[in-house]
């Protein structure tokens, strides 16, 4: 198994720089040419949404479908598939980002009774110790 980092992911997935994408591209094929596999970890996978939501404006769907190809093919690993996933379907119907219901996951697969945020956008959700500022 060999790692990837986020910049490798992106440029393979948007061939918007030929030359990275080409590198890109002939290094994980040549991970599955050898019957190997490609390890994403957690914070490649936040980071990745994180970009393609920042700086290339994908819209939540479009996010939502990229996680879920990339979830789907046994090309990649990933540290933790099930949290994922579970993150990947609460922001269908949630109002946080991926990020924070990944977190709110591994947090409850490691025992945590509860997750405490600041972010408005968790208020609710099971498992979430919301603490607010006094205003």
């Keep these: 198994m060999k790692g990837l980092d986020t910049n490798i992911i992106l440029r393979y997935l948007l ?18 040419d050898t019957d190997n596999t490609c390890f ?17 404006k994908l819209s939540r ?10 979830l789907r ?4 690993v990933f540290e933790n598939q099930e949290a994922a996933w579970w993150a990947d379907q609460q922001i269908k119907h949630g109002g946080a980002d991926f990020s924070d ?3 709110l996951k591994v ?6 009774v509860e997750t405490a945020s600041f972010d408005a956008k968790l208020r609710g ?6 603490l607010q500022l006094d205003q």
Excluded at 15 to 32: G, K, P, T
Excluded at 125 to 130: A, C, F, L, R
Aim: charged content about 30%.
């Design 73 to 76: 093919t046994n090309i990649f």
């Design 40 to 56: 994403i970890n957690n914070i490649v996978l936040c980071e990745l949404v994180w970009v393609l939501r920042s700086r290339y």
């Design 101 to 103: 219901y990944l977190i």
């Design 125 to 130: 959700v099971k498992g979430i110790k919301s």
């Design 15 to 32: 061939r918007d720089d030929e030359e990275q994408w080409r590198l890109s591209d002939q290094y994980i094929n040549s991970i599955v």
């Design 107 to 112: 947090n409850q697969q490691k025992n945590c």
């Design 61 to 70: 769907e479009e996010l939502i479908d990229t996680v879920e190809k990339l």
